[in-house]
């Protein structure tokens, strides 16, 4: 064999291990992360986001698999728990109690929640959601690391691309970066709250990013990892004085 011709067998057999080796980081990398979401089965959280000018204090509760509960203070006041079955919503501002049930298919109804308790909980708590194809990973360093995995989603169809920065082999958020067309943003994570018996960090602080400039930070004063909450914790009852209301789910898709 020529050595031209070997110099060509072994780029190629290096490529093939690159797309191997690939292909294995992908794989390992969302066993690691199902098995962080297996550790963290429940947090209470409490903080300050901040938007510009406008300022807004918020707790919230969570235990798996899917109950949640969210507060805004003031001067919004509002307060949404999901029991599991139902949705309440106290609005303390218009002294409202309205409770929202049925309407709505398993699908529907997951985007209906995920829409409304999303805001509450900071990127890095839950795992986040892989599809099943067009997603890529490689190792990178990093500063907070020392050494991290990026894993990149780019559904088809789309000039939309997301890349989440994760901590290696721990899976701890450390940042995301989202492309669309010429337009960017990110998220940072510039504290973090650890635990050794869980072997996992989460964010305290994080800033966001866009166009080169910071434009929103979220600080959390209160951070509690597995806590016992009982189930009663999210099933809301209407204080005395206020207005009840029963709708159903489908009604939230207007708002």
């Known amino acids: 064999m020529s050595v031209r011709h070997l110099s060509l067998l072994l780029l190629v057999l290096a490529g093939c291990r690159r797309g191997d080796d690939t292909s294995a980081l992908l794989s390992d990398a969302r066993q690691r992360l199902s098995a962080r979401d297996g550790k963290l089965t429940s947090y209470v959280l409490a903080g300050t986001a901040r938007e510009g000018a406008q300022t807004m204090d918020f707790q919230f509760a969570y235990r798996a698999p899917q109950k949640m509960l969210g507060t805004l203070g003031a001067p919004v006041s509002r307060t949404f728990a999901w029991d599991g079955e139902h949705l309440f919503e106290r609005d303390d501002a218009a002294k409202k109690f309205r409770t929202y049930d049925g309407g709505l298919g398993p699908e529907e109804r997951a985007g209906v929640l995920t829409a409304l308790f999303a805001p509450f909980a900071p990127e890095g708590f839950r795992a986040p959601l892989l599809p099943g194809q067009g997603v890529s990973a490689r190792r990178t360093p990093h500063p907070r690391g020392p050494e991290a995995v990026e894993l990149t989603v780019k559904p088809a169809g789309t000039d939309v691309e997301v890349t989440y920065v994760l901590r290696w082999p721990a899976m701890d958020f450390l940042g995301k970066r989202t492309r669309s067309g010429a337009d960017t943003a990110e998220i940072r994570v510039e504290e973090e709250h650890c635990e050794q018996a869980l072997g996992l960090c989460v964010p305290k602080r994080l800033t966001?990013?866009?166009?080169?400039?910071?434009?929103?930070?979220?600080?959390?004063?209160?951070?509690?990892?597995?806590?016992?909450?009982?189930?009663?914790?999210?099933?809301?009852?209407?204080p005395g004085g206020y207005d009840v209301e029963t709708k159903t789910l489908a009604t939230l898709g207007g708002r």
């Open 208 to 238: 966001q990013w866009g166009g080169g400039q910071q434009v929103a930070e979220t600080s959390l004063t209160r951070v509690e990892l597995n806590p016992t909450l009982p189930a009663e914790t999210f099933a809301l009852s209407a």
